[in-house]
Structures are given as C-alpha cells and as structure tokens.
C-alpha cells in the first residue's frame, strides 16, 4: 500500500516539475513579448515546489537513496555500519516528527484562517501546507519501518535489506 501511495507522490512530484517548467518558459515569453508577466508566478512556483521537492522523499527513504558518506562508512566494520543506520534513521525520526508538527499547526491555523496570498489569483495558502504535511507524514512512516528494519539487522547481526 505505501508503495502505491508514493507511486501517486512520486507522479504529482514529476508533473509539478513539468509544471513548474512551463510555468517558467511561459513567465519568461510573456515578459520578452508581451512586456508583461504570467500572474502570481512567484507564488504559484513557490507552491509547486513543495511537491516537487518534498513528494519524493518517502521513496527516496523506502530505496535508501539518500546521499550518504560511504567513503568512510566503508572503513567501519559492519556491526558499527549497522547500527549508524539505526541512529540515523532515529535522528531523522526526530527530525521529521518536529516538522510535522510544526507543518500540522501551520495547516491548521491557515485552514482555520482561510488565509491566502495577495495577489491576482488570491490563492489559498492551506494547500501546500496540506501537501507538506503529507509528504513529511509519508517520509515519517517509511523511517519506523527503516528504523525497525535496521534496528533488526543490527540486533541479529544481519545486513538490512538494500530496499524496503
């Protein structure tokens, strides 16, 4: 089941991108032939990129693709590789839980306020916050699994799995 949800997370993200492409080539033609911009372009880029950026991350987590120091990992003994894992993923747990929170509170408050952004399109800020909740919320699941994943494989002396 997560993988099918980060499968849906990871095509919003790839057509966040496009969109945000051609949100940009469209911003820069209007303004080289028509001396005028597309509308709310800033804050219609800023929103893309929450999903774009943040969508990801959950399946970047469930690959164990993330950028990692492997040059010095690899003079550890494994034992030891192991159980940075486990520290890792605690520390991004940690992390990703105060993000969380934080990212709730500012979805609440801006879903309760009905804020928006001023602007031609007026558009509404509770969206993104809604999406960035999500994303972390997907990125938090997938690091309790890697976390007891790892947390096995460093008890029984295993290796972990290479993907979740």
Known sequence: MLNRIEQALNTVAALAIVALCLLIVAN????QFLQSGVP?????VRELMVPAILFPLASATSQRAHVA?????????DG??????VLAALTGLIV?????WAGWNEFAKTFQSGSHYAGDFQLPKWPSRAMFVLAIAMFELRLIQ????????ALTGRPAPKTL
């Open 28 to 31: 820069v033609l209007s303004r």
């Open 40 to 44: 709310d372009v800033i804050v219609l």
């Open 69 to 77: 120091i492997e040059f010095i990992a690899q003079h550890f003994p």
């Open 80 to 85: 030891l590789n192991r159980w940075i894992a």
């Open 96 to 100: 990703s839980t105060t993000l969380l």
């Open 146 to 153: 890697t976390l007891i994943v790892d947390l096995k494989a």
